[in-house]
């Protein structure tokens, strides 16, 4: 894998032979040796938005909302500058601060939820972005997603981050059945090991970004297929399969 977050080129996929049924204990074991061949296919994974403290991290995983990291990352830098504390936020001219973030969509709700954690931070944590998931989510804008990219990424406390990448995925590698992002954190919580949460959670996304993808995942050129129930949702010859791999990055 290069830095570029393209995958490493890997032998064609064998069609996964396992018996309908699938014990409790052979779920979590197939569900570990995925996350550990994930950790071998991406060993450079990490968090694809831009920010150099707690702060910038939540504002840009605000912003991030229905729109590219890519996007995020492009309007940041002037952001970053102009804004630097959480006071800065809560005092923000509104109409300077929709033109910085016009561009990732949404931008007069983001700009709100902004201006208002700006001021909650200030006036509940002294200006400092609180390191629990319980106080995150009382904040404006912030739901579970958005707190657990702020601990795992800002803070080193494991977090799953159930974005459509990753739930698509665990539903694909049949490690929960259920939609709802709190229950399938919590599914796929009860069979990874929390210490990996935060890798894994990106490991998936990169992996749902570059080959799994929802329309036409590269079934016939993905590591994982023998490993995968949901192999042969894509195209399945490694030829057609390999022209639907993207490469990265995405940021």
């Known amino acids: 894998m290069s830095r570029n977050g393209s995958p ?5 996929p064998r069609q996964p032979s396992r018996p309908r049924a699938e014990t409790r204990l052979a779920l979590v074991r197939r569900s570990r040796r995925i996350n550990r061949e994930l950790a071998a296919l991406y060993p450079d994974a990490h968090c694809e938005l831009d920010f150099t403290n707690p702060l910038e991290l939540l504002v840009a995983t605000i912003l991030s909302a229905q729109c590219t990291d890519r996007r995020v990352n492009a309007v940041t830098p002037a952001l970053f500058a102009r804004y630097r504390t959480a006071e800065d936020y809560a005092a923000a001219d509104r109409e300077e601060l929709e033109a910085i973030i016009q561009s990732t969509g949404f931008f007069r709700a983001k700009a709100n939820n902004i201006m208002k954690l700006g001021h909650d931070l200030s006036e509940r944590y002294g200006g400092d972005v609180p390191g629990r998931l319980s106080d995150l ?3 404006p804008g912030v739901g579970r997603k958005t707190a657990n990219v702020v601990l795992g990424n800002a803070f080193d406390v494991p977090g799953i ?4 990448h990753f739930g698509r995925l665990a539903r694909r590698f049949g490690w929960t059945d259920e939609t709802d992002p709190v229950k399938v954190e919590k599914e796929v919580g009860e069979l990874i ?3 990996d949460w935060t890798m894994l959670s990106h490991r998936l996304i990169w ?4 080959i799994c993808h929802s329309r036409r995942p590269a079934c016939g050129a993905c590591p994982l ?11 399945t ?3 057609t399969a390999r022209k639907l791999v993207k490469t990265g990055p995405f940021s």
Do not use: I, N, Q, S
């Open 161 to 164: 981050t159930v974005d459509t």
């Open 237 to 239: 010859d490694e030829p």
């Open 8 to 12: 490493a080129p890997a032998a064609a």
């Open 225 to 235: 297929a023998r490993l995968c129930p949901a192999f042969g949702e894509g195209p």
């Open 137 to 139: 989510v009382t904040l």
């Open 207 to 210: 992996h749902g970004r570059r």
């Open 193 to 195: 090991p929390r210490k």
